[in-house]
């Protein structure tokens, strides 16, 4: 599972005072692109906590 915060500063190389906002906008972009190609769901939204790929 990877936090928001991980996400972003993997991503950016910054601290987690980005806005939390930026990563989900991605993820929410990213599953766009996925469900042209499949019906599948892969990114899983853990509430609170943050996002896991599904096996």
């Known amino acids: ?3 928001k915060e991980y996400i972003y500063d993997k ?3 910054y ?3 980005g806005d939390s ?3 989900a906008e991605h993820i929410r972009r990213i599953r766009k692109k996925l469900s042209v190609l499949t ?3 892969y990114i899983e939204t853990i509430w ?3 996002y ?3 096996k």
């Open 1 to 3: 599972m990877f936090d």
């Open 21 to 23: 906002r930026v990563i």
């Open 52 to 54: 896991k790929w599904k």
């Open 15 to 17: 601290d987690s005072e």
């Open 11 to 13: 991503l950016w190389n």
């Open 48 to 50: 609170g906590m943050g």
């Open 39 to 41: 019906t599948e769901t």
